[in-house]
């Protein structure tokens, strides 16, 4: 997709979904281990958890899971039972789940403030804007392509807003390469070391351990991923489930 029409169709995401996941909320208890998701970028439900995880500024452990992928979504089958998405495994409370909805009132209740916001609660008004973001951008973070497994996983500063971060996200997405996503929205704790670490606040911020890279941009990102992960098109296992259709959870 030409870039110009990446940006704008991204930017009319974060409008459409009016911010949310710009700014952090009220925190609670941080969490001692990393939070694991299994999702896709393109997946509506899953937005709703990318949300709540960056208003709660919480760092996650994302296995990537876009349709016709081969390396999460069998894991995911294997540990769940299902290919549903988005699901979320966190250690520091034993709890594994499916359905955005309990996932969202978890975190809420286990980091946050415990009350989800109503742009997050009301569902009428969640599912319309969503549906209309998922519209914004039918195509993109949908479909795996080949590409080689990192020994390590990736690194992302991002929040889930930015209309810039949401098209390297998508690349890792669809290369199903697993990374560690630093939320750092407006009013992060977090942003100070951020700013120690790479210079300035801006983002995304790539960090990839396998190779030493780090980098601003993400016109830039995009091209390196693409560059060290991707594998030709033909290297794309073209079956998916035994039932023919995959479900995205509420």
């Known amino acids: 997709m030409n870039r110009a029409i990446d940006l704008a169709s991204s930017f009319a995401v974060s409008v459409v979904r009016a911010g949310n996941g710009m700014n952090v909320g009220a925190l609670g208890p941080r969490p001692e281990k990393l939070l694991e998701l ?26 990537p899971c876009p349709k016709g992928g081969t390396r999460f979504r069998p894991e995911l089958v294997q540990r769940g039972g299902k290919a549903q ?17 309990d996932i969202v009132r978890h975190l809420f209740a286990r980091y946050g403030a415990g009350d989800v916001p109503f742009a997050l609660a009301f569902a009428p008004l969640y599912h319309a804007s969503n549906a209309l973001a998922s519209l914004s951008r039918p195509l993109s973070g949908v479909r795996a392509r080949a590409a080689r497994l990192p020994a390590e996983p990736l690194e992302l500063w991002s929040f889930e807003a930015s209309p810039y971060c949401r098209l390297v996200r998508e690349a890792l997405c669809t290369l199903e390469l697993p990374y560690v996503l630093h939320n750092v929205a407006k009013g992060s704790p977090k942003r100070e070391a951020f700013v120690a670490r790479s210079g300035k606040m801006q983002v995304p911020y790539l960090r990839d351990p396998n190779t ?3 980098m601003f941009e993400s016109a830039d990102i995009v091209a390196y991923l693409d560059a060290t992960y991707a594998l030709p098109a033909t290297s794309v296992a073209a079956t998916t489930s035994a039932a023919g259709a995959d479900r995205i959870g509420a």
């Not at 495994?89 to 909805?101: L, R």
């Open 85 to 101: 998405f988005p699901y979320l495994v966190d250690p520091n409370a034993g709890v594994e789940t499916y359905e955005s909805t």
């Open 212 to 214: 030493g890279r780090e």
């Open 38 to 63: 299994y999702e896709f970028e393109a997946c509506p439900f899953c937005r709703k958890v990318r949300e709540a995880l960056s208003i709660l500024d919480l760092d996650v452990l994302v296995k």
